[in-house]
């Protein structure tokens, strides 16, 4: 069997890329070794950036329904969760609005991936195979195995794109090395149902820390009812054989931690794990590539590994659409490393960092600290040839808590709200898009929009007959603050070849 692209993995990067590529006339199969979509609520944190991306493909509505309600995006820390002196840190949209057309929102893996399966399979119907497992892997021929009637078959692809997870088969096979901390910190997470709602009026939160001597771990809301997370974090000598936990002993750790001694409780699985905070040294090894914990695996602290992925797949989707369509050179697949590389070690530093930074408050019993992190969910910014540079320095301020609004080329297109009710985000399209000042006479074509905006034209730092190119990622790959003496089609042409290199 042929394909244009063979995605190895069926989490949320994966079927993410698998809905993308479809949207954008791709072929494209997906083989995942498991039957169904994960049972266990990680991943929950969609950051503000992963909801555009989102919004752009038509899935907004979707997934906000599929999320816990926007009010309740708020953070508990105290000594359990009926603490008397324990405080709530309130992070709604209405208390910090963001430049943006969407919001942060809690949509735990296990009610995100069926939505996107779902959406996959309509769009690629019987292309999106569960229960499918790589077996065998020679440059882009992929050799699959069907889980359950062990009978095989040979894929041969043109891409092969690897989202199968931290232990990524594919990247071992390829000898691509991780770099950055390992087993940074120790992990039980127990998924149980209780009725802590009652106890919670008034005080709901997405992450409830919990932190006193000899104890330190988060209550993580899946429903924020009867569903719950309770992650105990080991630091060194503490908690040793965490593994070891009996069901009574997990019991008494989540009674001791709520609060609550005589909590019921029903105990759904659990499971050990080890924070890292590593980066592939290459994204890339000749017709396969790396996409989400293939490519980058974070501690979970800041709730930048998912995003990074879904980030991943919007760069690299309209790249593999472009190169399929013969519009670019193969040549415009080697910006992806290039330009999400960059982003995924700066995104694990501070993963690892913030991690750290707990372990540390709860050596010291220092009240826990907020850190924005706006400028690297907004503010990250591309350098490669898919970029025209204009010579402008990039903003002033802290690359992870301060997001300045530019159109600087490389960096995700300013939101504006416009006159007919869209964002200027909302514009983007399948192809490159110029977005130009009412005087652009230099400027025509179905690519092109018009916009008269004071607000905008001022936040993208052009004139009114200047104009911007934004490409299908929502990014800025070339600017002109007036007539810049080219055809709208040669500036196309332009930035999907490096011609202005």
């Given at each position: 069997?042929?394909?244009?692209?063979?995605?190895?993995?069926?989490?949320?990067?994966?079927?993410?890329?698998?809905?993308?590529?479809?949207?954008?006339?791709?072929?494209?199969?997906?083989?995942?070794?498991?039957?169904?979509?994960?049972?266990?609520?990680?991943?929950?944190?969609?950051?503000?950036?992963?909801?555009?991306?989102?919004?752009?493909?038509?899935?907004?509505?979707?997934?906000?329904?599929?999320?816990?309600?926007?009010?309740?995006?708020?953070?508990?820390?105290?000594?359990?969760?009926?603490?008397?002196?324990?405080?709530?840190?309130?992070?709604?949209?209405?208390?910090?609005?963001?430049?943006?057309?969407?919001?942060?929102?809690?949509?735990?893996?296990?009610?995100?991936?069926?939505?996107?399966?779902?959406?996959?399979?309509?769009?690629?119907?019987?292309?999106?195979?569960?229960?499918?497992?790589?077996?065998?892997?020679?440059?882009?021929?992929?050799?699959?195995?069907?889980?359950?009637?062990?009978?095989?078959?040979?894929?041969?692809?043109d891409w092969i794109v690897a989202a199968d997870g931290a232990r990524s088969s594919?990247?071992?096979?390829?000898?691509?090395?991780?770099?950055?901390?390992?087993?940074?910190?120790?992990?039980?997470?127990?998924?149980?149902?209780?009725?802590?709602?009652?106890?919670?009026?008034?005080?709901?939160?997405?992450?409830?820390?919990?932190?006193?001597?000899?104890?330190?771990?988060?209550?993580?809301?899946?429903?924020?009812?009867?569903?719950?997370?309770?992650?105990?974090?080991?630091?060194?000598?503490?908690?040793?054989?965490?593994?070891?936990?009996?069901?009574?002993?997990?019991?008494?750790?989540?009674?001791?931690?709520?609060?609550?001694?005589?909590?019921?409780?029903?105990?759904?699985?659990?499971?050990?794990?080890?924070?890292?905070?590593?980066?592939?040294?290459?994204?890339?090894?000749?017709?396969?590539?790396?996409?989400?914990?293939?490519?980058?695996?974070?501690?979970?602290?800041?709730?930048?590994?998912?995003?990074?992925?879904?980030?991943?797949?919007?760069?690299?989707?309209?790249?593999?659409?472009?190169?399929?369509?013969?519009?670019?050179?193969?040549?415009?697949?080697?910006?992806?490393?290039?330009?999400?590389?960059?982003?995924?070690?700066?995104?694990?530093?501070?993963?690892?960092?913030?991690?750290?930074?707990?372990?540390?408050?709860?050596?010291?019993?220092?009240?826990?600290?907020?850190?924005?992190?706006?400028?690297?969910?907004?503010?990250?910014?591309?350098?490669?040839?898919?970029?025209?540079?204009?010579?402008?320095?990039?903003?002033?301020?802290?690359?992870?808590?301060?997001?300045?609004?530019?159109?600087?080329?490389?960096?995700?297109?300013?939101?504006?709200?416009?006159?007919?009710?869209?964002?200027?985000?909302?514009?983007?399209?399948?192809?490159?898009?110029?977005?130009?000042?009412?005087?652009?006479?230099?400027?025509?074509?179905?690519?092109?929009?018009?916009?008269?905006?004071?607000?905008?034209?001022?936040?993208?730092?052009?004139?009114?007959?200047?104009?911007?190119?934004?490409?299908?990622?929502?990014?800025?790959?070339?600017?002109?603050?007036?007539?810049?003496?080219?055809?709208?089609?040669?500036?196309?042409?332009?930035?999907?070849?490096?011609?202005?290199?």
């Amino acid at each position: 069997m042929r394909t244009t692209v063979l995605i190895v993995g069926g989490g949320p990067v994966g079927l993410s890329l698998a809905i993308r590529l479809a949207q954008l006339d791709v072929p494209v199969l997906l083989a995942e070794r498991r039957a169904n979509a994960s049972a266990f609520p990680k991943g929950r944190a969609l950051s503000v950036r992963s909801m555009e991306i989102y919004r752009s493909w038509g899935l907004e509505a979707e997934v906000t329904a599929a999320g816990l309600p926007r009010d309740q995006l708020a953070f508990y820390s105290g000594r359990s969760l009926v603490d008397p002196a324990g405080n709530r840190f309130v992070t709604s949209p209405a208390a910090r609005p963001l430049p943006s057309p969407t919001y942060t929102l809690l949509c735990s893996q296990d009610r995100l991936e069926p939505l996107l399966r779902a959406h996959a399979e309509r769009l690629a119907p019987g292309r999106i195979r569960f229960g499918t497992e790589l077996v065998g892997l020679r440059d882009a021929t992929a050799t699959v195995r069907d889980c359950s009637s062990g009978a095989t078959e040979t894929i041969v692809a043109d891409w092969i794109v690897a989202a199968d997870g931290a232990r990524s088969s594919v990247r071992d096979s390829l000898g691509i090395e991780m770099a950055g901390p390992d087993d940074a910190s120790h992990n039980l997470s127990i998924l149980f149902e209780a009725d802590l709602a009652a106890h919670l009026a008034g005080r709901q939160s997405v992450v409830y820390r919990i932190s006193r001597p000899g104890l330190h771990g988060e209550f993580l809301a899946v429903d924020n009812d009867r569903r719950w997370l309770f992650n105990l974090i080991a630091d060194g000598d503490d908690h040793p054989g965490l593994d070891r936990l009996g069901d009574g002993e997990c019991v008494a750790l989540i009674r001791s931690a709520a609060g609550l001694p005589y909590l019921r409780l029903t105990l759904l699985t659990r499971r050990t794990w080890h924070a890292s905070a590593k980066v592939a040294v290459r994204f890339r090894h000749g017709r396969i590539l790396l996409a989400g914990d293939a490519a980058h695996v974070l501690t979970p602290y800041g709730g930048f590994g998912l995003n990074c992925g879904i980030a991943d797949v919007d760069n690299l989707a309209w790249k593999l659409a472009a190169v399929h369509g013969g519009s670019a050179p193969t040549a415009l697949l080697d910006t992806y490393e290039a330009e999400r590389r960059p982003v995924a070690v700066s995104s694990a530093a501070e993963s690892h960092r913030r991690l750290l930074a707990t372990l540390l408050e709860h050596r010291t019993g220092a009240a826990p600290a907020q850190r924005p992190s706006e400028g690297l969910v907004l503010g990250y910014h591309y350098t490669s040839t898919a970029v025209v540079d204009d010579g402008t320095p990039p903003p002033d301020g802290d690359p992870v808590g301060d997001y300045t609004p530019t159109a600087r080329p490389g960096h995700r297109i300013p939101h504006v709200w416009l006159d007919d009710g869209r964002s200027s985000l909302d514009l983007t399209g399948p192809r490159p898009v110029l977005l130009v000042g009412p005087e652009a006479t230099w400027a025509f074509g179905d690519d092109v929009h018009r916009i008269s905006s004071a607000a905008f034209l001022d936040a993208c730092g052009i004139s009114a007959a200047g104009g911007v190119l934004v490409r299908p990622d929502g990014h800025v790959g070339w600017r002109s603050t007036g007539d810049p003496g080219r055809s709208s089609s040669e500036i196309h042409e332009g930035l999907l070849n490096g011609a202005f290199r």
